[in-house]
């Protein structure tokens, strides 16, 4: 278990510039300040690794050369997106069909996954049950008219869900809407196909039931004919399942702003007569266009399975860390929880002015009691940095 650490020191000038994180951090919601915002407004720090955001680097390398090529090919392919109108979400839905298997009718696309997150709760729920902790937006878009309640997952049972105490709990909630995040974030815990499938059955009579699964083709299951990992399955079964998906982690585009929902076509001819028709920009329709392209494709499941192995070696990594509690993990990123009297806060800022790396502090995650950060993996060079940056900052 974990060994016993003195306080942590801290020098005067890193104590006052943990004092402008505060203030910045205070100013940026529920959300961790952005990486620009963070250098702006505190210039003596140096940011060498991002391991807050939780993207995919090898996979923003191939969009970017890939994006390069096609605008050298093609001049005035940019200048095209800055100009025009990007196609409407329905012509979007068709260059996606084929490739996730899903009818183009029920699927709705969305200006990153949190615009969908957005439209399902404003328009379809009245009352949701989330586990906390949880991804933000869940119970941010409820505001004041949308009941919230919650299933608290528990870091003893490594925020493991029992599906017969979670659908107790979602019955009990009477919420007419359940979130599912799998794997979750925060906490990379993978729901289990079996569970997830029993928890489904039993939960037919609620209006919706999300399933995210923005972080499933980085969790480790096997991809049949090379085909990207969906639920298909479960929403031509499931009736009230929607599922959610971002494509900014796995495909690491946050900037571009793309993801989509798998819901009923009726919800979908709802949500496209009630503004949701141009909701996309050129450049995300750009992304969605690759969708089509088989090379492509073969290419980003090489960079997966390559991102992969790095992910299993961090995590074999951490696996072995006696001075720190680690989470598994079945997404690209660790849940790790500090030391008797170290606080998070204290790590963050270490961590960012001694070694430039830049995690998560987890201390206004909602449901998460105690002092936690969540640290992204990169590619294997910045995993190491960041490792040892860990090792220096809290091993005793
Ligand atoms: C990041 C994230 C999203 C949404 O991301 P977008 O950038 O809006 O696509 C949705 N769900 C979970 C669990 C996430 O972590």
């Given at each position: 278990m974990l060994t016993d650490l003195s306080p942590i020191r801290i020098s005067p000038t890193e104590q006052e510039i943990?004092?402008?994180?505060?203030?910045?951090?205070?100013?940026?919601?529920?959300?961790?300040?952005?990486?620009?915002?963070?250098?702006?407004?505190?210039?003596?720090?140096?940011?060498?690794?991002?391991?807050c955001y939780l993207s995919n680097p090898l996979a923003t390398d191939l969009f970017w050369s890939q994006f390069n090529a096609d605008v050298l090919a093609d001049p005035q392919l940019f200048k095209r997106m800055l100009e025009a109108y990007p196609s409407q979400n329905g012509a979007i839905a068709e260059r996606?069909?084929?490739?996730?298997?899903i009818d183009a009718d029920r699927l709705f696309i969305s200006n990153g996954a949190t615009e969908a997150i957005q439209a399902v709760i404003h328009n379809y729920a009245t009352h949701i049950h989330i586990c906390t902790p949880t991804f933000s937006p869940y119970y941010e878009f409820a505001g004041s008219k949308i009941r919230v309640t919650e299933f608290?997952?528990?870091?003893?049972?490594?925020?493991?869900?029992?599906?017969?105490?979670?659908?107790?709990?979602?019955?009990?909630?009477?919420?007419d809407t359940a979130v599912l995040i799998s794997p979750n974030n925060p906490d990379g815990y993978l729901l289990p196909d079996d569970d997830l499938i029993w928890i489904l059955s039993r939960l037919t009579s609620l209006r919706t039931v999300i399933v995210d699964e923005s972080f499933i083709h980085l969790a480790d299951r096997p991809t049949p004919g090379g085909q990207m990992p969906t639920c298909t399955g479960i929403t031509e079964r499931f009736e009230n399942v929607t599922i959610i998906k971002?494509?900014?982690?796995?495909?690491?585009?946050?900037?571009?702003?793309?993801?989509?929902?798998?819901?009923?076509?009726?919800?979908?001819?709802?949500?496209?007569?009630?503004?949701?028709?141009?909701?996309?920009?050129?450049?995300?329709?750009?992304?969605?266009?690759?969708?089509?392209?088989?090379?492509?494709?073969?290419q980003y499941s090489q960079e997966l399975s390559t991102y992969k192995g790095y992910i299993d070696k961090f995590i074999s990594t951490t696996a072995k860390f006696g001075f720190l509690r680690v989470f598994e993990s079945?997404?690209?990123?660790?849940?790790?929880?500090?030391?008797?009297?170290?606080?998070?806060?204290?790590?963050?800022?270490?961590?960012?002015?001694?070694?430039?790396?830049?995690?998560?502090?987890?201390?206004?995650?909602?449901?998460?009691?105690?002092?936690?950060?969540?640290?992204?993996i990169r590619t294997e060079d910045e995993n190491i940095k960041i490792l040892s940056a860990l090792t220096d900052v809290i091993s005793p």
């Amino acid at each position: 278990m974990l060994t016993d650490l003195s306080p942590i020191r801290i020098s005067p000038t890193e104590q006052e510039i943990l004092n402008k994180i505060k203030r910045l951090s205070s100013r940026s919601g529920s959300h961790s300040p952005s990486l620009s915002t963070m250098q702006q407004a505190i210039p003596e720090i140096n940011i060498d690794i991002d391991a807050c955001y939780l993207s995919n680097p090898l996979a923003t390398d191939l969009f970017w050369s890939q994006f390069n090529a096609d605008v050298l090919a093609d001049p005035q392919l940019f200048k095209r997106m800055l100009e025009a109108y990007p196609s409407q979400n329905g012509a979007i839905a068709e260059r996606l069909s084929a490739t996730l298997g899903i009818d183009a009718d029920r699927l709705f696309i969305s200006n990153g996954a949190t615009e969908a997150i957005q439209a399902v709760i404003h328009n379809y729920a009245t009352h949701i049950h989330i586990c906390t902790p949880t991804f933000s937006p869940y119970y941010e878009f409820a505001g004041s008219k949308i009941r919230v309640t919650e299933f608290k997952l528990n870091p003893e049972n490594n925020f493991s869900i029992d599906p017969e105490e979670y659908v107790r709990s979602v019955l009990e909630s009477q919420a007419d809407t359940a979130v599912l995040i799998s794997p979750n974030n925060p906490d990379g815990y993978l729901l289990p196909d079996d569970d997830l499938i029993w928890i489904l059955s039993r939960l037919t009579s609620l209006r919706t039931v999300i399933v995210d699964e923005s972080f499933i083709h980085l969790a480790d299951r096997p991809t049949p004919g090379g085909q990207m990992p969906t639920c298909t399955g479960i929403t031509e079964r499931f009736e009230n399942v929607t599922i959610i998906k971002s494509m900014s982690k796995d495909f690491g585009i946050a900037g571009i702003r793309a993801g989509y929902a798998i819901m009923p076509s009726n919800r979908v001819d709802q949500l496209l007569s009630h503004g949701y028709l141009w909701n996309t920009s050129g450049l995300a329709e750009y992304f969605f266009s690759l969708f089509e392209r088989p090379a492509f494709l073969n290419q980003y499941s090489q960079e997966l399975s390559t991102y992969k192995g790095y992910i299993d070696k961090f995590i074999s990594t951490t696996a072995k860390f006696g001075f720190l509690r680690v989470f598994e993990s079945s997404a690209n990123f660790q849940l790790m929880q500090m030391p008797e009297g170290v606080s998070a806060e204290q790590i963050t800022t270490l961590l960012l002015l001694r070694h430039g790396v830049y995690v998560r502090n987890c201390g206004d995650k909602i449901g998460l009691d105690g002092e936690f950060i969540r640290v992204a993996i990169r590619t294997e060079d910045e995993n190491i940095k960041i490792l040892s940056a860990l090792t220096d900052v809290i091993s005793p």
